[in-house]
Nanobody, 125 residues
Framework: VQLQASGGGLVQAGGSLRLSCAASGRPFSNYAVGWSRQAPGMERELVAVISRAGSVKSYTDSVKGRFAISRDNVKNTAFLQMNSLKPEDTAVYYC???????????????????WGQGTQVTVSS
């Protein structure tokens, strides 16, 4: 599956952005999806994950209550709605997909076989 992330940009602290991840090549509903981010000099971290059908979601503590992951398997697209953005959210954001036969989420970056190219999110103070 090929992934194309978009929607990043420059926003002031407290603002919102919605990232999109368009998938192609394989049935999107066969893949669990995750959004990760990587700031300069930092390791890549998963911030939000969602199961194949969208029924299970999980977030890293730093984004709980502010970010929301969703997906539309008909449109082969996943989303990350980011609200109340903080300067520490500044990073390159990547979407990733993992082929799975279960309804579980994938909670580690090494569990994802496919990655998009990344979209820059910059939050100014």
């Amino acid at each position: 599956v090929q992934l194309q992330a978009s929607g990043g940009g420059l926003v002031q602290a407290g603002g919102s952005l919605r990232l999109s991840c368009a998938a192609s090549g394989r049935p999107f509903s066969n893949y669990a999806v995750g959004w990760s981010r990587q700031a300069p000099g930092m390791e890549r971290e998963l911030v939000a994950v969602i199961s194949r059908a969208g029924s299970v979601k999980s977030y890293t503590d730093s984004v709980k209550g502010r970010f929301a992951i969703s997906r539309d398997n008909v449109k082969n697209t996943a989303f990350l709605q980011m609200n109340s953005l903080k300067p520490e959210d500044t990073a390159v954001y990547y979407c990733a997909a993992a082929h799975t036969v279960s309804g579980a989420v994938i909670r580690t970056t090494v569990g994802y076989q496919y990655w998009g190219q990344g979209t820059q999110v910059t939050v100014s103070s």
